[in-house]
C-alpha cells in the first residue's frame, strides 16, 4: 500500500516561470491538502480538497497560486510566475473519506516538494 | 482560531538526557485531535502520535511518552535517554472540525550531542 506520493522531489524554476506539484494521494483516500513550509517556519495550511471539488483555500494566496483534485489523477498545486519568495517546500498530505473527526482526518504526509526559485 | 505554540525554538542535549519538548494549543472546539509529528534533517514528515481531546490518558511508545493536559491545554512530549538519532525538528499539531486542517506549531529543533 504506497503512501502518498509527491513529484517531483526537487524542482528548479527561473522567476517569472510557471511551477507544477502533483500528489497522489493513498488509495482509497478522497482528501487531499496542501501544506507550505517556508525556510525555519512551520508548515502552514494553503488548500483542502475533494474529487473535483475545492473545501477550503483560506490559506491560498490570492493571486498566482491555484490548485484542483480532478476526478481522474493526482490532485496539481500551480503557481504562476513565481518569484523568490515562493522557495519553500510544499508537503500534500491525504486522509480518507469520513468527513467526521470521528475515526478520521489523520493526515498523512508525502515527502514534499522542495521548490527553489533562482 | 486554532493556534499552538511550541515555546522552545532549539534544545540541545548530551545523549541520554531525558528531553521534554513543550506544546501549548488553543481551540474553542470541545471535540480535536493533537498529534505530533519528527522532521527529520532529510525533510520529510513522520507521525508520531495522534490523541483526541476526549483520551486524556498520557501514553508511553517505549523511549517516547507524552503528557495531555486538558486544564492547562498541553500536549508535551518526553524522549528518554536521547539518541543522536533523534535529533530533527519536531512539530506539534491541532485538527478540530471547524478549522478542518492541521494546524502547526512552529517546531522545536532538537540537537542530541554525542
Known amino acids: 500500500n504506497a503512501g502518498v506520493m509527491q513529484n517531483p522531489r526537487h524542482l528548479v524554476r527561473r522567476r517569472g516561470q510557471e511551477a507544477r506539484l502533483r500528489c497522489s494521494p493513498m488509495k482509497g483516500h478522497s482528501h487531499v491538502y496542501w501544506y507550505r513550509q517556508l525556510p525555519e517556519e512551520g508548515l502552514k495550511f494553503m488548500v483542502y480538497l475533494q474529487k473535483e471539488n475545492i473545501i477550503d483555500e483560506s490559506g491560498m494566496p490570492k493571486e498566482r497560486f491555484s490548485a484542483e483534485f480532478p476526478k481522474e489523477g493526482p490532485s496539481i498545486l500551480r503557481i504562476q510566475q513565481v518569484v523568490r519568495g515562493d522557495s519553500a517546500a510544499y508537503f500534500c498530505?491525504?486522509?480518507?473519506?469520513?468527513?467526521?473527526?470521528?475515526?478520521?482526518?489523520?493526515?498523512?504526509f508525502g515527502p514534499g516538494t522542495r521548490l527553489t526559485v533562482l | 482560531a486554532q493556534k499552538v505554540t511550541q515555546a522552545q525554538t532549539e534544545i540541545s542535549v548530551v545523549e541520554k538526557e531525558d528531553v521534554t519538548l513543550d506544546c501549548v494549543y488553543e481551540t474553542r472546539d470541545t471535540t480535536y485531535y493533537l498529534f505530533w509529528y519528527k522532521q527529520p534533517p532529510s525533510g520529510e514528515l513522520v507521525f508520531l502520535i495522534r490523541r483526541n481531546s476526549f483520551d486524556e490518558q498520557n501514553e508511553i511508545s517505549g523511549r517516547y511518552s507524552w503528557n495531555f493536559q486538558k486544564s492547562t491545554s498541553s500536549f508535551n512530549f518526553t524522549i528518554t535517554a536521547s539518541q543522536v538519532v533523534d535529533s530533527a525538528v519536531y512539530f506539534c499539531?491541532?485538527?478540530?472540525?471547524?478549522?478542518?486542517?492541521?494546524?502547526f506549531g512552529s517546531g522545536t529543533q532538537l540537537t542530541v550531542l554525542p
Open positions: 498530505a491525504s486522509s480518507p473519506p469520513l468527513p467526521g473527526l470521528a475515526g478520521g482526518n489523520e493526515q498523512f
Open positions: 499539531a491541532l485538527f478540530s472540525g471547524s478549522a478542518r486542517q492541521l494546524t
